[in-house]
């Protein structure tokens, strides 16, 4: 998710690496992102009532 923390990060980012904001967003911060996009609040929204709700019982149990 680009918050103003991710934000913060990429001039010195740019810097590290010697490339523009674009780039670098590219190829260094979403580079293990499998979408390559940032995710949306939305989408980290989505995920979290699907984590609370009953759905989603099989993935919270513990083993053992």
């Known amino acids: ?5 991710v934000e913060a990060q990429i001039p010195d980012t740019m810097a590290e690496y010697g490339m523009g904001r674009e780039e670098v967003i590219k190829k260094v911060m979403l580079e293990r992102q499998p979408s390559r996009e940032f995710a949306t609040v939305e989408q980290i929204g989505g995920t979290t009532v699907f ?3 009953d759905a989603a019982g099989h993935c919270q149990k513990e083993s053992g």
Do not use: G, K, N, Q
């Open 51 to 53: 984590l609370c709700s």
């Open 1 to 5: 998710m680009l918050t103003p923390l």
